[in-house]
């Protein structure tokens, strides 16, 4: 059974940093392809970052340039660098995996469960 655990959000202040962690169990991670999502409140659910088999990368116009995603596939895991949070980066953040493509549409099969970012001004 495939499990996705996100660990690594709290309460950061503008212009603060985070590192979101989520480790996966019951894959062949190397062979998923895994994103970063995230979920505002009232919002709909986002694509932030994804990564596929292959190492190719993609971002969210908000995430470019101080948000980086990436993968230690001997542990299994999957990391959001997050630089220069601002508020309206204040979410539910979620990790996603699929054994196909799926970049930053909301479609993988499993979801993790969710850390929460905060941001205050």
């Known amino acids: 059974q495939v499990q996705l655990a996100e660990s690594g959000g709290g309460s950061v202040q503008s212009g603060g940093s985070l590192r979101l962690s989520c480790t996966a169990s019951?894959?062949?991670?190397?062979?998923?392809?895994m994103a970063w999502f995230r979920q505002r409140p009232g919002k709909e659910r986002e694509g932030v970052a994804g990564?596929?088999?292959?190492?190719?990368?993609t971002y969210a116009d908000s995430a470019k340039g101080r948000f980086t995603i990436s993968q230690d596939n001997t542990k299994r895991t999957l990391y959001l660098q997050m630089n220069d949070l601002k508020p309206e980066d204040t979410a539910m953040y979620y990790c996603a995996a699929d054994p196909e493509v799926r970049w930053l549409l909301p479609t993988y099969e499993y979801w993790g469960q969710g850390t929460q970012v905060t941001v205050s001004s």
């Open positions: 019951g894959v062949t991670y190397s062979r998923f392809c």
């Open positions: 990564i596929d088999n292959d190492g190719d990368i």
